[in-house]
């Protein structure tokens, strides 16, 4: 049985998001074991992990307080399950978004785990009461959801299985506090969470405004990049309400009215249909063709992006 006294972390999958998960864990000086079904990935991502932790180092952009040699020491795989999961006290399931692949998984972990490990899912959208179904560890399970690139944006999403016990809520918090992600507590399962809820709203909004001819998907994005975006690096929509005026009830005496004739005028969900995808894509295809050598190169200097904001941010917010 898997026991949590040694305090060792488990990474299930060892795809992007495993290897941002295994990097994390390792900059707290935890223990990682990195597990997959085939030797050959889980020496590909070792490798692929040594570099960018290097890449990194050189960079002045490591985290943690341990040297990039030191932190490589602490990740080791595996590739046997049952060997992977002794001595975890935290299981973090990376495989691909599939319900039936997930609940294998969890399946598998549910018979070989004890009563302490936390069994935690990355799942962007898949509901806990579907995900951890009629496992009989299931007060341990909860759903961390981490942001793509997990290494480079902190807030990580816990939303509980109905049976999810508040210690394994408030264990899981910690943990993610002490490797320097940004945990929030989502009180009750919700399609979508929380984060995709708002991106989707802002998306819906966004779709509407270019297929209806108000403005170009190039000047749409500078809304959110030079506008509303960089508001929200710091602050959230409600203290910026709150912050625009004198308090939350100043703002919505002022601004309530307003608001609710707008968002009257907001039209129903976008098909997203294939002339409007056309259209979008064209005008982004101007800025960042979409081959895979033009894309790549966006993502990197994206990431850069984030590295520095999060270096930034670290310095100007209290703690």
Not at 12 to 24: F, N, Q
Not at 117 to 140: D, W
Not at 236 to 264: Q, W
Request: proline share 5%; charged share 20%.
């Amino acid at each position: 049985m898997a026991s949590s006294e040694a305090g060792g972390v488990v990474i299930v999958g060892s795809g992007l998001i495993g290897r941002s998960w295994a990097m994390l864990f390792a900059s707290g000086g935890f223990q990682v074991k990195l597990y997959d079904i085939e030797q050959q990935q889980i020496t590909s991502a070792l490798d692929s992990i040594r570099k960018e932790m290097k890449s990194l180092e050189q960079c002045g952009a490591l985290k943690g307080s341990l040297s990039a040699e030191q932190q490589l020491s602490l990740i080791s795989g595996c590739a046997n399950i049952a060997e992977a999961v002794e001595g975890a006290v935290h299981i973090q399931e990376c495989v691909p978004e599939n319900l039936e692949l997930k609940k294998k998984i969890f399946t598998q972990l549910d018979g070989l785990v004890d009563d302490r490990v936390v069994l935690s899912s990355s799942t962007s959208c898949l509901l806990p009461s579907k995900l951890f179904v009629g496992l009989a560890h299931v007060k341990q399970c909860i759903v961390a959801h981490p942001v793509n690139p997990p290494y480079y944006v902190p807030l990580v999403e816990l939303v509980p299985h109905p049976e999810t016990s508040p210690a394994t809520m408030d264990r899981t918090h910690a943990l993610l506090r002490k490797i320097g992600q940004s945990p929030v507590r989502v009180l009750r399962e919700i399609d979508g969470f929380v984060l995709n809820r708002l991106q989707y709203a802002i998306i819906s909004e966004a779709w509407r405004l270019v297929e209806e001819g108000i403005v170009s998907p190039s000047d749409l994005d500078l809304v959110m990049s030079d506008g509303l975006g960089m508001r929200y690096a710091f602050i959230g929509p409600l203290e910026t309400m709150h912050l625009n005026a004198e308090g939350m009830i100043s703002y919505c005496d002022r601004y309530s009215e307003g608001m609710k004739r707008v968002l009257k005028t907001f039209g129903p969900i976008p098909e997203f249909s294939r002339a409007t995808v056309e259209k979008v894509n064209q005008d982004l295809c101007l800025k960042v063709p979409d081959d895979p050598g033009h894309l790549a190169a966006r993502r990197q200097w994206r990431d850069d992006c984030l590295m520095r904001l999060a270096k930034l941010k670290s310095q100007v917010q209290p703690q």
